[in-house]
């Protein structure tokens, strides 16, 4: 109990270290148009993020996230095209998408038992590929996609400059959080994680759990791409190209051992805002996007280092404890 | 007597080799029973058909009279009886109360969400019932190994059971935490609750037990009430021969006189053995009994270099010797033969050409980086040929060998360089009888070449056929020394279990 929350509390004042760094260098930084701005960053990451923190729960891990929302956008993009569905239709569509494109690696993960990053490497490519050949082509030319329809795009937008993105991703958090810690489920997924066989040996469904896991990406996935897609008016063949490392990195950061086991969506949340708060004020400092990877590779590798070195600290001292109490 | 569980007649075979033969347990109401045997005696195999997890070929098991089939672990539980494993399954990140109803957590009214208070409440009921120091909130975690185990037994007596059946149950226990449990045991039995206690330890048995099955190589040897119980009768059911030199119960040791080769002082490595101290004479082959457990594994490994210790020094042939990567020692002419062959021993994807040149190839001539796949070659086949490895195929994966040849193969690379000193950690567990001579034959011919063998066996008729000296580990220390003179095969399970210091 303790070192999670010692834990969250670090990656808490790595997130105020940042803002802070940020603030004191630009007068720009601490506007609230410019907050607004990483707050809405943060929700379409975060989101699948709270998705993403039920499979790395488990140990096992989610590469096709990114591919995945091209998916769910070129299906929406194709029936706004070619069929006069209501718009609610074309966003259940779009939900149904995501969910069964996150069953599909659940069933290859628990009932072909294919590892984790192999299957979902193998869909990213796949899901990608299949973003191109339903793409809609004019003269044999992808191009992308406009979904401007008047009761779609306002989803974009927001109330009292709060985008609805901001307030759909709270709502999906908590429900997150409440999932992890007062469900069964929520149990399952941490059992899972630490310790599979005792798991199985206390009746515990294994591969369901990390289905359903599976199938939670896939519906985090689908809301952020209808956010995502309602706010750029559009959707392309590359939209959520290299989403997967942004989300892996706010699950990371945030304290999620990728062994399983150890983490949640709180943590999650803080984990993506440094990394959108990051983001922002690298593109702000004008450092070019490949530097931008460089930083944040380099910072997530510095987090799995830390974790492994301050887990193994934490577990000499409890069992130095623990001698010299049995010597007592 | 009230009887909760009967097995009778119990037959069981692994691929034609009969493991069980006609074997009958029965467990009373509120009775302590022990289960004891050697290795290979077939005490889990009783016990994995009695949780289901084996099905049995022919017998049958009553549960308070009634006959029953037990076909999977649920069976089981749900007739009422709880395994408290071996291997601990409780999951460190959850809490008490969620270990113990994990899979069935109560919920509020219908809401799927998990009452809590309800939870913890019944955790708290069930810790006052029997007294255990624990709070429903801990983080299993953060409890030692000891009261981890007290969780899961918790967990067995939520779901009612009225059997607890207990593996080993204090193999990974200090003194303290094993006292805890053997507290906890009473109280239980005050309760009215059977147990069944698979144990080696004799004075554990002793102490707790009402009565006690002992099973000698799949048939039951002897059922002892309390007042029977006694160390001389128990270790004669166990090892059931006369004491007879043909058959390996006793051996006459042989003082070696040649040089020192390996001198041992005050090896320690905290929480794990203490003080060790020991020489060995070149060309001998030194013994190290004990029970599972002991430390002897973990005392070799530190020789070999492969982990580190706390101080001490070491010695060979006078020189002093600081293990600090096992690459320093093989040069130094160890070699190591380790406990988990499959895990530790050899690379099983990998030819027997490839996994006899791997720990040789500073050996073999290399031009640039590239090594000499002739060389490698004549290096494989003079070691097929010395130690007749079957089939005699360089190519051969070395994980589609016999267990018996693949042990070979991990023996076989060490005799390709100049050894001075070869640990073996139970060389022969899991093979054949024919490999084994063939093994002890191996092992005997270097002895005789010179090299220092040290020897970790579990297998008492091992230890006393191959060692010259004998030393037997206790919880970390070296208890006794058999150096001269005739030594039997209870001497030796007297000394590893404690009771040469408190007979019976």
Known sequence: MKQSIMRKLISLGMLLGLVIAFAGSSRYFLTSGNIISIFRDVSIVGIIGVGLTFVILTGGIDLSTGSMMGLVGMVMANIYQYTLLPIPLMLLAGIAVGIIAGLFNGLIVTRLHVPEFIATLSTMGIFRALTYIIAIKKNGLITSQPLKAVDFVWLGGGVGGFYYVIIVFILMAVAGQIILKYTSFGTNLYAVGSNVKAAKLSGINIEKTRLLAYAAVGFCVSVATIFQTARMQNTTVLIGTGMEFNVIAAVVVGGCALSGGRGDVTGTLIGALFMATLNNGIYKFQISTSYQLIIKGTIIICVVIFDSWYSKRMARITKEQKRSEASV | ?504
């Open chain 2, 1 to 504: 007597m009230n009887i909760m569980l009967e097995a009778k007649d119990i037959n069981k075979s692994f691929s034609g080799v009969k493991v069980l033969k006609d074997v009958h347990i029965e467990i009373a109401k509120g009775e302590v029973h022990a289960l004891m045997g050697e290795n290979g005696a077939g005490k889990s195999t009783l016990i994995k058909i009695l949780t289901g997890a084996y099905t049995k070929d022919s017998g049958s098991i009553f549960w308070k009279g009634k006959e029953v089939e037990i076909s999977s672990l649920r069976d089981c539980q749900n007739l009422g009886m709880a395994c408290i494993y071996q291997e601990l399954s409780v999951i460190p990140v959850l809490t008490v109360a969620q270990n113990i109803y994990l899979g069935r957590e109560p919920k509020i009214g219908k809401t799927g969400f998990i009452d809590y208070k309800k939870m913890n409440r019944m955790t708290q009921e069930l810790i006052d019932n029997y007294e255990f120091p624990l709070k429903p909130t801990d983080m299993a975690g953060d409890l030692g190994i000891g009261l981890r185990q007290l969780i899961e037994i918790l967990k067995g007596l939520s779901c009612d059971a009225e059997l607890l059946i207990m593996d080993e149950p204090t193999a990974s226990l200090s003194g303290k935490e094993a006292e805890i449990l053997f507290r906890t045991i009473e109280t239980l039995r005050d309760k009215g609750v059977s147990i069944l206690y698979i144990s080696h330890r004799l004075e554990e048995v002793y102490r707790l037990s009402d009565r006690l099955t002992i099973l000698r190589d799949g048939v039951n040897e002897a059922v002892l009430i309390k007042a029977e119980i006694k160390l001389q009768k128990v270790i004669r059911f166990m090892i059931g021969k006369e004491v007879d030199e043909s058959n390996g119960s006793v051996k006459t040791l042989t003082k070696n006189t040649n040089e020192t080769a390996l001198k041992v002082e005050n090896l320690t490595s905290r929480g794990k053995f203490n003080d060790i101290s020991f020489e060995v004479k070149k060309g001998e082959i030194l013994g190290f009994g004990g029970l599972i457990g002991a430390g002897r594994t973990e005392l070799v490994r530190c020789l070999y270099g492969a982990d580190k210790y706390t101080s001490g020094t070491i010695y060979l042939y006078g020189e002093k010797h600081v293990p600090g990567s096992t690459k320093k020692s093989i040069k130094k002419g160890f070699g190591f033969v380790p406990e988990d062959r499959r895990g530790e021993g050899f690379i099983p994807l990998l030819s027997v050409n490839k996994n006899i040149a791997v720990t040789n190839y500073d050996l073999i001539s290399k031009k640039l980086m590239a090594i000499s796949s002739k060389e490698e070659l004549a290096m494989c086949l003079s070691s097929i040929e010395k130690i007749d490895i079957r089939p005699p195929d360089p190519d051969k994966q070395v994980g589609l060998l016999s267990g018996g040849n693949q042990q070979k193969v991990v023996i076989g690379k060490w005799l390709m360089r100049e050894l001075k000193v070869l640990i073996v950690d139970e060389p022969t567990a899991g093979i054949d009888v024919g490999a084994k001579d063939e093994i002890y034959g191996l092992l005997q011919a270097l002895a005789r070449s010179g090299v220092v063998i040290i020897l970790v066996s579990s297998d008492l008729q091992e230890l006393l056929r191959l060692s010259d000296r004998i030393l037997v580990m206790r919880k970390g220390r070296i208890v006794k020394e058999f150096s001269a003179g005739t030594v039997t095969q209870a001497d030796i399970l007297e000394a590893a279990s404690g009771l040469m210091e408190e007979r019976l």
